[in-house]
């Protein structure tokens, strides 16, 4: 059998996992082709060349490359993993991404070198189209067509573009923050706008902050930004769903509530997306329940997809709604308020009627820094950065 992943990242890395994890059972002699430009099992948003201030935006503990089920002291996660070659950094809950890229790397060479009976070879190339033949099987067409296949599978990460997208503007577009140094092209002092509210959002603030002399001060309500004078002049998040990203705390579910959340997530089929939007209400109100917060199907199902309890009253402008919510999860995150349903679920605020964003900015003379509301652009005028 004969398999391809074009590009082949962190995600890619846990594919594989899977499929060597599987290998011993299949009868037909696996090749598998990694296609990505960059050194495979990694990604763009793991190098270890990367920066410290870039740092993972989910709490490390739940890091590994291999299940649960499947993990030995040769197949640690990558707190374990750390434990022994990085013990300095091992308690972090935060690590930046690049202590995370080292595992990924290590990962994938422990994977690659504990299946001596699967050829994996990595091309160093960037797959721009696909076909398949009339007998059912695929080629691949970087610099060169490759092939046939028998399975394909995409891992591909971020589009630069896609259908709905914001569309590009502004006199110098950046289409993707990685790799991070696109980012040098923006000029101090200068306006940037984002396409996008969310994680790679934050990296990309945080490149053009701290990554350029600037620094936080304090901690929790008391931290401040500094200016270096080096970054741009204001920075505006924007976003479709009309907020940002939920701070993320650290979660500990009951046993009881995993237990129950397992039990509904196994009633997915395979490909139906129906049933699994019915398993993760179902999940999600086991949770709730086992909590103590119940609520009605129906009112997380209204929350799912639109991001909003329906039984929160929306007030205000769009944009000051959103740093209010987002200031809000803040709080829920330290322990200083109590969650609602919107926040258990980590999900995102109501879908504006028409663009909005939000805005970063400075004070030069101060060195203080603060958020704002302001009214979006006409949409003809947003760019990814520019």
Same mark, same amino acid.
């Given at each position: /059998?004969?398999?391809?992943?074009?590009?082949?990242?962190?995600?890619?890395?846990?594919?594989?996992?899977?499929?060597?994890?599987?290998?011993?059972? /299949?009868?037909? @002699?696996?090749?598998?082709?990694?296609?990505?430009?960059?050194?495979?099992?990694?990604?763009?948003?793991?190098?270890?060349?990367?920066?410290?201030?870039?740092?993972?935006? !989910?709490?490390?503990?739940?890091?590994?490359?291999?299940?649960?089920?499947?993990?030995?002291?040769? =197949?640690?996660?990558?707190?374990?993993?750390?434990?022994?070659?990085?013990?300095?950094?091992?308690?972090?809950?935060?690590?930046?991404?690049?202590?995370?890229? =080292?595992?990924?790397?290590?990962?994938?060479?422990?994977?690659?070198?504990?299946?001596?009976?699967?050829?994996?070879?990595?091309?160093?190339?960037?797959?721009?189209?696909?076909?398949?033949?009339?007998?059912? =099987?695929?080629?691949?067409?970087?610099?060169?067509? $490759?092939?046939?296949?028998?399975?394909?599978?995409?891992?591909?990460?971020?589009?630069?573009?896609?259908?709905?997208?914001?569309?590009?503007?502004?006199?110098?577009?950046?289409?993707?923050?990685?790799?991070?140094?696109?980012?040098?092209?923006?000029?101090?002092?200068? #306006? !940037?706008?984002?396409?996008?509210?969310?994680?790679?959002?934050?990296?990309?603030?945080?490149?053009?902050? &701290?990554?350029?002399?600037?620094?936080?001060?304090?901690?929790?309500?008391?931290? #401040?930004? !500094?200016?270096?004078?080096?970054?741009?002049?204001?920075?505006?998040?924007?976003?479709?769903?009309?907020?940002?990203?939920?701070?993320?705390?650290?979660?500990?579910?009951?046993?009881?509530?995993?237990?129950?959340?397992?039990? &509904?997530?196994?009633?997915?089929?395979?490909?139906?997306?129906?049933? /699994?939007?019915?398993?993760?209400?179902?999940?999600?109100?086991?949770?709730?329940?086992?909590?103590?917060?119940?609520?009605?199907?129906?009112?997380?199902?209204?929350?799912?997809?639109?991001?909003?309890?329906?039984?929160?009253?929306?007030?205000?402008?769009?944009?000051?709604?959103?740093?209010?919510?987002?200031?809000?999860?803040?709080?829920?995150? #330290?322990?200083?308020?109590?969650?609602?349903?919107?926040?258990?679920?980590? !999900? $995102?605020?109501?879908?504006?009627? @028409?663009?909005?964003?939000?805005?970063?900015?400075?004070?030069? #003379?101060?060195?203080?820094?603060?958020?704002?509301?302001?009214?979006?652009?006409?949409?003809?005028?947003?760019?990814?950065?520019?």
């Amino acid at each position: /059998m004969y398999y391809r992943d074009p590009g082949c990242g962190s995600e890619g890395t846990f594919a594989l996992e899977s499929i060597l994890a599987q290998s011993h059972t /299949m009868s037909a @002699k696996l090749r598998i082709d990694l296609f990505d430009p960059q050194e495979p099992g990694i990604g763009a948003a793991y190098q270890p060349s990367l920066p410290n201030y870039l740092r993972l935006n !989910v709490d490390a503990n739940i890091v590994s490359t291999w299940p649960r089920e499947r993990r030995s002291a040769l =197949r640690p996660s990558w707190r374990e993993w750390a434990q022994s070659v990085e013990p300095t950094i091992a308690a972090e809950g935060f690590p930046s991404r690049a202590a995370v890229g =080292r595992y990924f790397r290590w990962s994938f060479q422990r994977l690659v070198e504990s299946a001596p009976h699967v050829q994996v070879r990595h091309i160093a190339s960037t797959v721009t189209d696909l076909r398949r033949s009339h007998c059912g =099987r695929w080629h691949v067409l970087p610099d060169t067509d $490759r092939g046939p296949y028998d399975e394909v599978l995409l891992t591909v990460g971020h589009g630069a573009t896609w259908d709905g997208a914001l569309l590009d503007a502004g006199e110098t577009p950046v289409t993707s923050v990685y790799p991070i140094e696109n980012l040098d092209t923006v000029a101090p002092h200068t #306006r !940037v706008r984002f396409r996008g509210a969310a994680l790679t959002f934050i990296d990309g603030a945080l490149a053009l902050t &701290e990554g350029r002399g600037g620094r936080f001060e304090g901690h929790g309500a008391h931290c #401040r930004y !500094v200016r270096s004078g080096s970054e741009p002049r204001s920075i505006y998040p924007s976003s479709r769903s009309g907020s940002f990203l939920h701070a993320k705390p650290r979660t500990v579910l009951p046993r009881n509530a995993t237990d129950a959340a397992l039990k &509904e997530w196994t009633k997915v089929d395979s490909g139906d997306v129906d049933s /699994m939007e019915e398993s993760i209400v179902g999940a999600a109100h086991a949770i709730l329940w086992e909590l103590g917060v119940p609520a009605a199907h129906e009112r997380i199902l209204e929350t799912l997809r639109t991001g909003w309890d329906p039984a929160q009253p929306l007030t205000g402008a769009v944009g000051v709604r959103a740093v209010d919510a987002f200031r809000e999860s803040v709080e829920i995150g #330290r322990g200083e308020k109590h969650p609602g349903l919107h926040t258990r679920l980590d !999900v $995102r605020g109501p879908s504006a009627t @028409k663009p909005w964003s939000t805005g970063f900015r400075g004070h030069p #003379r101060t060195g203080k820094s603060s958020w704002h509301s302001l009214p979006h652009w006409n949409g003809s005028h947003l760019g990814h950065l520019w």
